[in-house]
């Protein structure tokens, strides 16, 4: 059963419920507990499957006064004192197939049969098999024996249980997985089977019965179990497969009510190597580990931004009912880029689903992405300021979708069929466009009247999507992103009387760069492609922009060097970036950083963006008077030097101590 469904069932029990009941008025605040729970509760969506579950799921809740028990082990004890003997005992139906036996004596039973399923990878088994398995059983269980043989006991069970169920005509499984792995557990500890629960530790249909082994097992049994996992997992040569039984292991920590404290040390150490993630390489391993990270990934309390940040991002790309209830608890986050992660997600969930429970309650500085027809017709209905629409769309079905009087930011991407830019007059407060892979645009000019800000052009590397024509009439824009190859005519294309303070190109720039000093203002500049034409006078043209004070660069191929005229200064950049765009060896990094740096006395902030991993040398960053921080991104200090002591250091993935 989906959410929906479960929670329609759950909605429409109570409603029968309330015809004879004495207090309508509580049971409408235990449908409303128990949908919360249900919604919140991993363990009790794990039951809430099937009516039969929802059902039991809901007499019970109703039995306990509204409150469940907050424990796996303890709820799935509760649901079988449920179905095993309260059900007919409080119906007044003593032995209705003339065999009355009570909990122990069933449940031992019933194990037999859970774990002959577990150990033979098998969901239902035939009658005949279970007849036999139950005559062995018989013996040791003189309460059942003395009562009949095993065909009798065996109907008793099938019959009056409410754990097993016939679904064909001699066949026979039990109701629910969980049940099966319960009991299975059970079983598997009392036979003292540790070895054999660990070596399936990597089988995802094991995980529950390990788990349940754990819960049921004794303090050394569970020490024992918990070791064995660690082990197993520091054995394994597949790292993602060793992450997962490393984390099964700290799942299982939740049943052990009493362990060995020096074994749980041992547990979340391994635990801590990944949890929580920082990395989106960290997420999405912890993604491939499956469902049964949901359980174990923290926040928001006590998250770093960017631990938050992929915290989302795992349960996301997970993309179930659990994963939604981790990534609400992150709506209120501070950090825009936690919530644009939230907003990023909304294609791995059902569409009204998440518009309701998520996008609903993110503020207006988040853009929100619509991949599909029904997402982009959802966004009319959000009214959001910032929106983004991925995928053909024509412009008259986002003319009829999106709240033109409310877009102030608007991201086109991988659409084909938009040729003509003029439908966007009907965006009047649109101060932002970015058009992302749209290759049949040809002109910018229909923008002209608008007061657009800001424009960005780009699409994927390997397709170089041409610049459009018309950037000269933008003439109220302030920062222009243009990552594909600039017209013929070079810088002398863009506006030359707007107020441009922000420009970004993303093809490699050369001799045409002279012509920046039309814009006096220019305050940010990032070039990632520089070439062998980018020579002294490009550098004087930078030189003479006194308002610059952020400019990030990098080379377009292996052998270009900085033609920087012997001391040429641009003191006013306070915020330096290195980019190694074109994934060149560290030490080619190294050597261009080190015949910058001196141009730029004036720098608190050196990023430096390595897009591959390695070691960079940052002796000569520690003559920069004004140097106070240095960023590294996939990038480590070479050993052999140590920067002054008030220079903060800041790696991106964060290093785990």
Known sequence: MSRTEVAA?????????????DDPALL??????????????????????????CGLICALHRDRRGYLPTGRKELYDAALGMLLSRRDRER????????????????????????????NGRNELDR??????????????????????????????????????????GSVDFVHRTFQDYLGAKAAVEEGDFGLLVAHAEDSQWEDVIRMAVAHARPRERAEILRGLLERGDGLDDRATGLRVHLLAMACLEHATEVDPRVRDEVNERARAILPPRSR??????????????????????????????VVATAALIGSDAALEVMKRFRGHPEIGVRMQLALSWPQFDTDTYAREILQHLDTEVTVTATSHAELHALRALGRPRVSVSGPFPAAE???????????????????????LAFLCEFPSLKRLSLWDCPAVESVAPL?????????????????????????RLRHARTLQLHSTLPPEGLAALPADAPLSHLALSRPVGAEFTDITCWPQMRIIQLRFLTHGFGADQWSALASLSELEDFSFGVAEKGVTLQLPAGL???????????????LPISDMSRLLASALPAFPGVRKLQLYGFIDGSIDLSPAAALPQLQEIFLSYLRPKPGHSLPPHIKLTHYPRRRT
């Open 398 to 420: 986002l003319l009829g979708a999106l709240p033109l009087g409310l877009i102030e930011s608007l991201d086109i991407t991988k659409n084909p069929e938009i040729a003509d």
């Open 569 to 583: 200064r641009l003191p006013q950049v306070t915020r330096l970036g290195v980019l190694n765009t074109e994934r």
């Open 9 to 21: 069932f759950i909605g429409r029990w109570h409603a029968a419920a309330r015809c004879d009941a």
């Open 92 to 119: 007044d139906m003593a032995a209705p197939t003339g065999i009355e036996l009570s909990d122990g004596p069933q449940i031992q039973l019933l194990q037999r049969l859970a774990y002959w399923l577990i150990r």
């Open 28 to 53: 409408d605040a235990y449908e409303q507990s128990l949908l919360a729970a249900v919604h919140t509760k991993q363990d009790l969506a794990r039951l809430a499957t099937n009516p039969l579950m």
């Open 448 to 472: 002209a009247d608008l007061q657009l800000r800001t424009l960005s052009i780009s699409g994927p590397l390997d397709k170089n999507v041409p610049i459009p024509r018309g950037l000269h």
């Open 281 to 310: 390489e960290e997420s999405q391993l912890l993604a491939e580990v499956g469902p049964l990270v949901l359980e174990l990934l923290p926040g928001p309390e006590g998250l770093e931004d960017d631990e938050a940040q992929e």
């Open 128 to 169: 005949e098999r279970a007849e036999r398995i139950l005559g062995e059983a018989l013996p040791a269980v003189p309460a059942a024996a003395e009562q009949g043989d095993a065909t009798a006991i065996f109907r008793h069970l099938l019959l009056r249980s409410g754990l097993l169920r016939e679904p064909a005509p």
